[in-house]
């Protein structure tokens, strides 16, 4: 038994670390099988970082998934993408831990889902029970490891959140003691960006990003300039990559930049288009983090000097870089290479754009027939904007407004409208802004009002009016087979608005389907009597209220 003088000892030493009494909770492994992670928390992803950790679960589904902490459930979820299925349980320290990609929950949560999704007639749904309905133990198995949703392989994904705010919070401190990893990060490019205007690098004024491997020589550079570098880091006993906890940038010893990522707000994650440089990911797929703090970016993960990590090269003479980089376990790698301080002239700012979007102001821009608003704090730098509108024919609905911003990222939806110039004799409940991506074309919403269609979009690009009158498409995929077997599924497709609802019935009972990858599957075989006939009905609708309806017999 401890005695007084040793507990109040470690009372005391909770809070003069900023923790309190119920912060010391010890987590247990989800999984009891030794853990392997495919992704770790801040890993670097299109719009956001991973917000947990991905443990594998040996290339199979249906592993036993352990609550890491007593607790009750707060929320389940069930969606066609993100995370699929999962669970939600709170805990009494101010934690959340989610649990993801889950093949199945529970009986007691199952049947409580199950309840819901058949009264409702839906397989998408939200639930909050009631803090006291589902207790559970550390240890209870809460679910089934599973491949759901937006998923690329069988594994589990692991948050823990504050609970109430829903910041993401790192769980490699918890989970560490079940990871090996004695390997540290690796640097693979360097870039250095010349400030418009303020700087030069190599004698241009446009970035110049090299292969780690390949610096035998100093850059040259002058004025203002900043630093990136292309990161992984690595585990042992797999090969997978993952992102780099920690980063910081040294010029002649003194830090100019450093992010540790180890806690992440809901708004923040799509601040990692910021973060990184956004141009050179969409034109090469590259995920250079950039040792810069762009004005309008509000990531607390980073630490700045008062230059937001721009270094000023005023003297000629070299200047000494250092990269220290360290991951969770302490393993830490370190990357130097020089800048040779040469004055040169700095080029002028030259623009073919129409007009400046400042971020720290609404910006409306406005041509004939079409309305673009950026509120504040959708942009996190200043951005040059140019609107070309273009025919797409004399039966065309509308003109094609390209929004061309040169690759800058917005933070949030911006409000579109299009005007409609040709009305076609259909139901104003037809027309969609759709999004052109070189040859494809993408359902960005809208709804008809007055001449004008509108909605809301999150990327700068081209857009127009389309009419979807075309109902999706819906094949039977080894039809038959379904008597023996019960396992029913379709294909179901739609190239303009996409699939809104679907609908199932089997002897004028509702049946639950859940559309995944692009096909109708069956979620529950036990409700429909195998070697006998049966009537089926199947509906699908799309977002322009489109709908296709077939009935069949097997």
């Not at 109040?8 to 900023?18: E, K, N, Q």
């Not at 360097?190 to 292969?211: A, C, E, M, N, R």
């Not at 780690?212 to 900043?226: C, D, K």
């Not at 370190?334 to 800048?339: A, K, M, N």
């Amino acid at each position: 038994m401890y005695s007084k003088s040793l507990f109040f000892i470690l009372v005391f030493s909770c809070f003069r670390i900023g923790m309190t009494a119920k912060d010391v909770l010890k987590y247990i492994s989800p999984f009891d099988f030794p853990l392997l992670l495919s992704a770790n928390f801040g890993e670097l992803r299109p719009n956001h970082f991973h917000n947990g950790i991905d443990i594998k679960t040996k290339g199979t589904v249906g592993h036993p998934v352990r609550c890491i902490a007593d607790g009750y459930v707060s929320r389940v979820a069930v969606q066609h993408g993100g995370y699929g299925q999962a669970i939600y349980i709170t805990h009494n320290d101010g934690h959340t831990s989610v649990y993801g990609h889950v093949m199945s929950f529970c009986p007691a949560i199952e049947k409580y889902v199950r309840d819901y999704q058949y009264k409702h007639e839906t397989f998408v749904c939200y639930l909050y029970p009631e803090p006291g309905k589902f207790k559970v133990k550390q240890g209870d198995i809460i679910a089934m490891s599973g491949n759901e949703g937006a998923s690329a392989g069988p594994h589990l994904h692991l948050e823990i959140r504050k609970s109430g705010t829903d910041e993401y919070l790192d769980p490699m401190p918890y989970f560490k003691k079940w990871i090996k990893d004695s390997k540290a990060p690796s640097v693979s490019h360097i870039g250095l960006y010349p400030i418009s205007g303020k700087g030069v690098v190599d004698g241009s004024s446009t970035k110049k990003i090299v292969p780690i491997n390949s610096i035998n020589h100093p850059f040259v550079a002058w004025g203002e300039i900043y630093a990136g570098i292309v990161a992984k880091d690595y585990m042992d006993g797999t090969s997978n990559f993952y992102g780099v906890h920690s980063v910081a940038l040294y010029v002649d010893s003194v830090k100019v930049f450093g992010s540790v990522t180890h806690a992440v707000l809901p708004d923040e994650n799509r601040m990692i288009n910021s973060f990184i440089d956004y141009d050179e990911y969409v034109k090469h797929r590259r995920l250079m983090m950039r040792s810069y703090k762009a004005p309008g970016n509000k990531l607390r993960l980073h630490r700045v000097d008062g230059n937001r990590g721009v270094v000023i090269i005023d003297e000629e003479r070299d200047y000494s870089f250092l990269y220290v980089l360290e991951d969770d376990f302490g393993n830490i790698s370190r990357y130097s290479f020089v800048v040779r301080g040469k004055k040169q002239p700095i080029p002028e700012v030259k623009t073919d754009k129409q007009e400046i979007v400042r971020f720290w102001n609404t910006s409306v821009i406005q041509r004939p027939g079409f309305e673009f608003i950026v509120p504040k704090g959708m942009l996190y730098d200043d951005a040059g904007v140019t609107v070309d509108a273009s025919s797409q024919g004399t039966e065309a609905v509308s003109m094609e407004y390209n929004i061309d911003a040169g690759n800058a990222p917005l933070h949030g939806y911006c409000p579109l409208a299009i005007g409609v110039k040709n009305h076609a004799k259909v139901s104003p409940e037809k027309y969609y802004i759709r999004e052109r991506r070189g040859k494809r074309t993408y359902y960005a919403g809208g709804k008809y009002a007055d001449g004008w269609v509108r909605t809301k979009v999150r990327n700068f690009g081209r857009y127009s009016v389309g009419i979807d009158t075309i109902a999706p498409v819906v094949e039977p995929i080894d039809r038959q087979k379904w008597r023996s077997t019960a396992n029913i599924r379709f294909k179901a497709s739609d190239t303009q608005s996409d699939i809104s609802s679907y609908k199932v019935y089997i002897d004028g009972k509702f049946v639950l389907f859940g559309l995944k990858k692009g096909l109708l599957v069956i979620q529950d075989k036990d409700k429909v009597k195998k070697g006998v006939a049966h009537t089926l009905e199947v509906k699908v609708k799309d977002n322009c209220g489109n709908e296709t309806c077939k009935r069949m017999k097997y």
